[in-house]
C-alpha cells in the first residue's frame, strides 16, 4: 500500500504544471510567460523567433497583425506566451 502512495506521489509530482510570469523583454515583447520551462528560455525563444531563427525546437504562431499580437510557441508540454507589437 505504502509503495502504491509513493509511486502516485512520484507521478503526480512529475506531472505537475510550472507557470512564471516573466514580465517584458524591452518594449517589443510584453506580458511574457513560460509554462513548463524557465524565463530565461521564454527570453530567449521570444528574441530568436523575432530574428526568424526558431529556438530549441520551439514552433511559434501568431494571430492577428494589429496592435498587440498574440505570440504562442510551444515544444511538447513546454510553452512560451507573450504579446508582440504596439
Known amino acids: 500500500m505504502a509503495a502504491a502512495l509513493i509511486a502516485f506521489s512520484a507521478a503526480t509530482a512529475l506531472a505537475?504544471?510550472?507557470h512564471h510570469s516573466c514580465g517584458n523583454v524591452g518594449a517589443e515583447f510584453?506580458?511574457?510567460?513560460?509554462t513548463d520551462?524557465?524565463?530565461a528560455v521564454a527570453r530567449k525563444v521570444a528574441l530568436a523567433e523575432a530574428a526568424d531563427h526558431p529556438y530549441g525546437g520551439f514552433k511559434c504562431t501568431a494571430v492577428g497583425d494589429t496592435g498587440k499580437v498574440?505570440?504562442?510557441c510551444k515544444k511538447g508540454r513546454e510553452r512560451v506566451t507573450y504579446e508582440l507589437g504596439d
Open 16 to 18: 505537475a504544471t510550472t
Open 37 to 39: 520551462t524557465s524565463c
Open 70 to 72: 498574440p505570440v504562442t
Open 30 to 34: 510584453t506580458n511574457l510567460k513560460a
